[in-house]
């Protein structure tokens, strides 16, 4: 039975007693209730007269489309095209999630090279002001423009002030440094007058019995030749420079190259090492010098290009406090920097000196600069006044290479005419050793850290005893130049002089000390 409003078949069935006429309950109390009256017959009709019909609930009746095959498959159509509009729209939301996402990624990555570069800046700007309140206070007009500004770790030198003349305007060496290099001067002053001679020092025995262990080819073939040698006595780590304008740090106990600097435009001349914090400096024949600053992975990246002398940079040389060094360069001047920032800080010239600076040195105390000239004068300065104290005359040639020995009281110098020494309490020269022929200049000279043993490079590397101004100072042996050049450029102390560092003219770096059969007969 059938509703007779609706057609279909009415889930709560009612009756009326007036027409005998099935509804829908829902609907026939809806149409008493707007108009009173049996939508069939027209005739007065109230809920009074309307009885329900009692039905079975456990089956329900099936709507007319599920009654056959056509309406099911009809059904199943509307259900199926239902699920696919409902499947585009997910996929839709989804790819415009997916936009979001990535739009989100972009937007924090960029965010983060913002907050990187921002920190970077704040890092630089707080070193140079910790330095600017280091130094004096310069007067207004010179204070506003004379910023050196840090680029990609590059200081930009155009950005000083210049003076007359053209010269650039330096902050000076203010009296807080002066402070930090006098008080350094006494600390290490009273500890030398405890310091005693390691009982780990090589004895003159072990180095009688000296031969290669090692040769190791660090620089290109083109260009061959090392120049300079500097050694991390706390790492062993062997630094050179080459012709090739590269430097190279090799590990001398693994024997394995660690890293290869390049940059420079024309050969390196000196290389050095600062104690702390894995900085390496190196000064070229390109008229600059670099500041490389280490990283935990053994890479080095250059921190700053200095550009302040207008020749080539023949030296480096670094303070004992490790924040200063000093640059010496062909064009009559040596530099004073402050090492975190690369500032210079003065630039010393002294008008009657014509003569171009080959080598430079810091005494073991730090307030002594000694320094080569091409004109074959050694030049002392006193670092805090930036005056030159005295002058050593007597070789012929280029003063190629200075030493300070660790007790202070030593100096070796090396030119064209072999090595003297000299008293520094009495500023003369007490002795004088001419090893080679008139055509072979003497290349280097060292003393050990214990200031116990001399190194000269020329021909070949002697190693003397160090004795003192009226003992002699004999010479313990006669190492070869197994170059083939027959000249040996550059040689340093290792460790407790348990080895010999020498660079010479074919590219190879060569280590002498005792063959490892000879190790323990020598403790013993």
Known sequence: MNCSISGE?????????????????RLIERHISDYGKCPVTGEVLTMDDIVPVKTGKIVKPRSLTAASIPGMLGMFQNEWDALMLSNFALEQQLHTARQEL??????????CRVIARLKKERDEARSLLAQAERQAPLPA????????????GKRAAESEDMGPGGKRMRRGVSDSIIAELTECNAALSQQ???RQIPPTLAPIDALERYTQLSSHPLHKTNKPGITSIDINLSKDI?????????????????GEILSTLNGHSKKVTSVKFVAQNDVFLSGSADKTVRIWQGSE????????????????????????????????SLDTTWCFYDLSSGLCLTQVEDPSNSMGYTSAAFHPDGLILGTGTTGATVRIWDVKSRGNVANFDGHTGAVTAISFSENGYFLATAAHDGVKLWDLRKLKNFRSFELYDQDTPTNSVDFDHSGSYLAIAGSDIRVYQVGSVKAEWNCIKTLPDLSGTGKATCVKFGTDAKYLAVGSMDRNLRIFGLPEGDDASTES
């Open 9 to 25: 078949v009415p889930e709560e069935p009612v009756v009326s007693t007036k027409s005998g006429l099935l509804y829908e309950k």
């Open 102 to 111: 990535s739009h989100a990624l972009y937007q924090h990555d960029a965010a």
């Open 192 to 194: 030398r007058k405890k």
């Open 238 to 254: 062997v630094a050179t420079g080459g012709v090739d304008s590269s430097a190279v740090l090799f590990d001398r106990t693994s």
């Open 141 to 152: 007009s010179v204070a506003t423009a004379n910023v050196s500004a840090l680029s990609n």
């Open 297 to 328: 992975d053994g890479k080095y990246d250059c921190r700053h290009i200095l550009k302040d002398h207008t020749a080539e940079v023949q030296a480096v040389t670094v303070h004992a406090t490790n924040n200063y060094f000093v640059t010496a």
